[in-house]
């Protein structure tokens, strides 16, 4: 992009603005700019090849979604769905770890490679017409990372971990924590052993639940993020 906001694209984003929105010169078409913000592009002219913007920008970006997800690595054709639907609903961070039950080949997908994980990313970005792109981190030792570099990954949040059980839900958490930034921490499909939720009890997780069901890793993320959004997070 040019100092006069102007853009020429020949990518995947030109091939969408031709054969799905069909645009023409002087239609004027949603843009945003990664990690920053949102904008309105007026086209400027359209080829076989190239099509070009004239972009304007709001002042600023729009805020970082309020929750956080701390998630133990799932199988990899299961990683590989979450990520663009992580990204869509609507999450700041996400941080991956070990557990007990799960195995540890999982760690040598190249799904866990930034190349690979944030075109899927920007995908749900895409979709859900939103710019902040989730910040990742991986961390082998879940001992480690709850009680050494949480505190420095995540100092001022609530902290909710998720398990089947008698527990509030989700929503009734967020609720409660009247607009504070949330870590939610979602186990492998096998759940958290018990040395596990006393780690995290003593570091400060309150446990919620959807009830009694065990869910695949990614059904739990999508309803549990979407009962949380529902249940009043701030961007």
Known sequence: MDTHGVVHLSDLRATHLRRVLHVSDGQPVRVGLIDGPFGEGLVLGVTDEVVTLRCRFEPAPPARPAIDLLLAVPRPKVLRRLWSQLAALGVGR???????????????????????????????????????????????????????????????????????????????????????????????????????????????????????????????????????HNGGLHA
């Open 94 to 228: 996400i941080i991956l770890t070990n557990a007990a039950k799960v195995e540890r080949n999982y760690f040598d997908t190249h799904l866990l490679t930034t190349a690979v994980f944030r075109p899927l990313l920007l995908e749900g970005l895409q979709q859900a017409r939103d710019t902040r792109v989730p910040e990742v981190s991986v961390h082998r030792q879940l001992k480690v990372l709850v009680e050494d570099r949480l505190d420095d990954l995540c100092p001022t949040e609530v902290r909710l971990l998720a398990h089947p059980g008698d527990a509030p839900s989700v929503a009734e958490a967020v609720r409660e924590a009247d607009g504070r930034r949330v870590l939610l921490a979602v186990g492998p499909e096998g759940g958290w052993t018990d040395y596990e939720l006393g780690l995290f009890s003593a570091h400060a997780f309150r446990q919620v639940s959807m009830g009694t069901r065990t869910l695949r890793t990614d059904t739990a993320c999508v309803a549990l993020l979407a009962l949380a």
